[in-house]
């Protein structure tokens, strides 16, 4: 895992996330195969069916009994879709539920909650001041939230479009992981760290958080891979090499150059907001392959710690 490899501790912890996921996870994936294969078997079967009732309604060319099977035909697909929904709907609570019992066993973690419908408030997304954005398509999906050490969290996937000023079209301002925590005191001053990469995209942010008394900071980035990847803005009085650990921003640079995401990071007053992008629906099962894979719960794990890392660098710092 990228992030882990700054720390023995944190390899002995995924090692033990290998072994967990071998015990507890695999098992609870084994268990969903075989209902996925059942309900690909009846959806194939359902398929043959009604291309049958087709075939033989062409060949007799009875009106009325065309109209009279569509009805029931019509009432079995919509069972059909209800079976795949639902399937997708147990599917990734449980194997997120197995992730949060293993990271909650974990120092400093108290009890983490799920809930696969709930999400950050639009309010929270605009007050991290990151993407300058009014964020006028805006949903959310798998809210989690807790204590680690002394700090209040709360994630989940966002979905944020806006309208595009030159296409008819929505575009993307940010697909991917959100979080937010909160400090037990406020702090001096604001930090704002971007993708280099995306800078003419985010000329609204910088623009704004700049007219609001921040500045272009190189001073304070000791890493050489993190100032290569990020822009990092910060008010006159604010503390970034407090806020931000050389560590951590090594282990963030590591993990941008292994995965390839993208990273977004605030400090505002008592509040930190953290955003990594992910281009796909975080394990969302699939309906005509296997879903037995050890990538599949990983990729979720690993974007997870990496946002509960840095709350973690901050507790520990602090």
């Known amino acids: 895992m990228f992030f882990f490899l700054f720390s023995d501790y944190d390899m002995q912890r995924l090692d033990e996330f290998r072994i967990f996921y071998n015990h507890t996870i695999h098992p609870e994936l084994v268990r969903l195969e075989r209902r996925r294969r059942r309900l690909l078997r009846l959806l194939l079967f359902s398929a043959l069916l009604i291309i049958a009732i087709l075939v033989i309604e062409l060949y007799v060319h009875i009106l009325s009994l065309t109209l009279f099977l569509m009805i029931p035909i019509g009432f079995y697909v919509m069972y059909l879709l209800y079976e795949v929904r639902k399937f997708k709907s147990t599917f990734k609570p449980n194997i997120v539920n197995l992730i949060l019992d293993f990271i909650d066993d974990g120092v400093n973690y108290g009890t983490l909650r799920y809930s696969p419908t709930d999400f950050i408030p639009k309010r929270t997304f ?31 996937e966002l979905n944020v479009r806006e309208f595009s000023k030159v296409r008819d079209r929505l575009n993307y301002v940010f697909r991917g992981i959100f979080l937010h925590s909160t400090f037990s005191s406020p702090l001096r001053g604001s930090i704002l760290i971007l993708p280099r990469e995306f800078q003419q995209y985010l000329t609204r942010t910088i623009k704004e958080f700049v007219r609001k008394g921040g500045d272009l900071v190189e001073d304070d980035i000791y890493d050489e891979l993190f100032d290569d990847y990020f822009l990092t803005y910060a008010t006159e009085d604010a503390n970034l090499s407090g806020l931000l650990s050389e560590d951590m921003q090594r282990a963030i640079a590591e993990y941008r150059m292994v995965s390839g995401k993208q990273l977004y990071i605030s400090f505002i007053g008592q509040e930190i907001y953290v955003g990594i992008t992910e281009p796909k629906d975080i394990l969302e099962p699939y309906i005509f ?25 901050f507790d520990k710092n602090h």
């Open 289 to 313: 392959q296997s879903n037995i894979s050890f990538d599949l719960v990983k990729d979720f794990f690993e974007d997870i710690a990496m946002l509960l890392s840095i709350v973690a660098d």
């Open 126 to 156: 605009m007050a991290s001041r990151i993407f300058g954005s009014s964020a006028p398509q805006y949903s959310g999906e798998d809210y989690i939230s807790g204590k680690l050490g002394e700090l209040d969290f709360e994630l989940c």
